[in-house]
C-alpha cells in the first residue's frame, strides 16, 4: 500500500483561517506524462482533473460552435486562443467538485493564461503548486506516437509503457482504442514547437511570481514511480505552507 498523502493545503489545520485549496499544476511538454500522472493523482487524492486539452475535445465531439471554431487549430497542432481556454477554466473551477483542490493538465499554456491563473487562484482561495515534469523530447515523440487514448472514458495507453490488457480496447469501458489525430509526428513535431515558444516561458513566470515549483526527471522513471515522487513532492510543499514558509522548501528538487 503507497503512503496516504494529504490534499496539500498552504495553512495549518489548527489555524482559524478556511483552508486554501491546492491547485495542483502539471506542468510540461506535450507526451511528458501530465495526463497519466492525472490519472494516479485523481485516485490519490480525490480531487478532480481539469484537462483543457479534454475539454475542448469535447466540443469537438459534439460539433458544437466552440468545436467548430478550434477544431483546424488543434488538428495542426496550434494552440487555441486564450480568452476561450480561461473562460472554459473559469467556469469549471466554480463547479462545486473543486471545493478542496483540483488538478490543471494542460492550464496554463502561455503567459496571458498564467496572469488569469493568479487571478483565479485568488478568487478562489488556492494556491498552486507546480509540478514540472522534465523529458527529453527525442523520447517525447517515441512516446506520442504509441498514444492511444479511450474516446468514452479518457483513459490514456501506450503500446510500449502502459499497454491495454486486450489489444486495442479500452480495460476499463471495451471502447475501442483511437489514435488522437494531432499525435502525428509532424504536428507533434508544432506542437513541442509551440510549447518552446509560448509555453516553456512560463517558468520564469512561475519563479517570478514565488509560486511553489518542483522539478522532476519524467524521462527515466516508470509512470508509478513518477508518481511516488509527485507524491513526496506534493507532501513536502503542504510541510513548508502548514511552516508558512511559502519560498523555502526543505525539498533540494525546488527549482
Ligand atoms: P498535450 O499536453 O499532449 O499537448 P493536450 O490534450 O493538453 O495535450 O492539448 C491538446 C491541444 O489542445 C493543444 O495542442 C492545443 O491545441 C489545445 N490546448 C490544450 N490546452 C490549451 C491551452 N491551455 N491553451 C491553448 N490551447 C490548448
Redesign the pocket.
Same mark, same amino acid.
Do not use: A, C, E, W
Given at each position: 500500500m503507497p503512503p496516504e498523502v494529504v490534499v496539500p493545503s498552504a495553512v495549518a489545520p489548527d489555524s482559524d483561517q478556511a483552508p486554501v485549496k491546492c491547485a495542483i499544476v502539471l506542468f510540461g *511538454?506535450? /507526451?511528458?506524462g501530465? /495526463?497519466t500522472q492525472s490519472q494516479f493523482l485523481i485516485k490519490r487524492l480525490g480531487i478532480p482533473q481539469i484537462?483543457?486539452? #479534454?475539454m475542448? =475535445?469535447e466540443h469537438i465531439r459534439c460539433g458544437d460552435d466552440i468545436g467548430q471554431a478550434?477544431e483546424q =487549430?488543434?488538428r495542426a /497542432?496550434?494552440?487555441? *486562443? #486564450?480568452e476561450l481556454?480561461n473562460v472554459l477554466?473559469a467556469e469549471r473551477l466554480s463547479q462545486p467538485d473543486t471545493g478542496r483542490g483540483f488538478i490543471l #493538465?494542460?492550464? *496554463?499554456?502561455?503567459s496571458a493564461?498564467g496572469r488569469v491563473l493568479i487571478d483565479l487562484l485568488d478568487r478562489n482561495n488556492a494556491e498552486a503548486v507546480v509540478i514540472h515534469l522534465l523529458v527529453d523530447y527525442n523520447i517525447i515523440i517515441a512516446r506520442?506516437t504509441g498514444r492511444r487514448q479511450c474516446p468514452k472514458c479518457g483513459t490514456l495507453y501506450n503500446l510500449l509503457s502502459r499497454p491495454p490488457k486486450a489489444a486495442g480496447v479500452c480495460d476499463l469501458d471495451g471502447e475501442e482504442l483511437i489514435i =488522437?489525430e #494531432?499525435d502525428r509526428e509532424q504536428v507533434i513535431r508544432e =506542437?513541442l514547437d509551440?510549447?518552446e515558444r509560448q509555453t516553456s516561458p512560463l517558468i520564469a513566470f512561475f519563479r517570478e511570481t514565488g509560486r511553489k515549483m518542483y522539478e522532476v526527471d519524467a524521462s527515466r522513471v516508470t509512470p508509478v514511480a513518477l508518481s511516488e515522487r509527485i507524491c513526496e513532492l506534493l507532501d513536502c510543499a503542504a510541510w513548508s505552507g502548514k511552516q508558512k514558509k511559502p519560498g523555502h522548501s526543505q525539498d533540494g528538487s525546488r527549482s
Open positions: *511538454p506535450p /507526451g511528458s501530465k /495526463g484537462s483543457t486539452g #479534454d475542448l =475535445r478550434i =487549430r488543434m /497542432g496550434l494552440l487555441v *486562443p #486564450d481556454v477554466v #493538465d494542460g492550464y *496554463p499554456r502561455t493564461q506520442i =488522437r #494531432d =506542437r509551440s510549447y
